[in-house]
């Protein structure tokens, strides 16, 4: 499975910006085809055609509101992912020390050449 990197979500995010604003839906009177705009039995704006049903009914879900409203959550929990990150190495801090037989500089010492040697996971 493909790896949701910083610069892919902000291809996604450019795209979805730059492409035709919704609402989007599967249309009422073309097979399978995503429109946007009002219901029209002549003159639906078509923005693609799908050969199953289901697909129709992914691409309109994935309309260029609700992808924005994606990444923004996304973008709301990184800096949730670094709190817990920070708590983790705190924690782990904590036991080292502890193990050491409490606070002192040697301990702390040890700890950061621990993580500098890579075990910083």
């Known amino acids: 499975?493909?790896?949701l990197t910083a610069e892919l979500l902000?291809?996604?995010k450019t795209a979805a910006q730059n492409a035709t604003p919704g609402p989007w839906r599967r249309a009422?009177?073309?097979f399978n085809a995503v429109v946007h705009g009002p219901f029209s039995?002549?003159?639906e704006k078509v923005l693609a055609n799908a050969a199953e049903k289901r697909d129709a009914i992914f691409i309109?879900?994935?309309n260029p509101e609700n992808?924005?409203?994606l990444i923004e959550a996304i973008e709301q929990q990184e800096p949730e992912k670094e709190q817990?990150?920070?708590r983790q190495g705190l924690e782990r801090l904590r036991q080292h020390v502890e193990e050491c037989g409490g606070y002192n500089f040697e301990a702390l010492q040890e700890y950061r050449d621990e993580l500098k040697g890579g075990d910083n996971d």
């Open 1 to 3: 499975m493909k790896k």
């Open 10 to 12: 902000q291809e996604i």
């Open 28 to 30: 009422a009177t073309l």
């Open 41 to 43: 039995l002549t003159k």
């Open 60 to 62: 309109a879900k994935a």
């Open 67 to 69: 992808v924005l409203l």
């Open 84 to 86: 817990v990150t920070l």
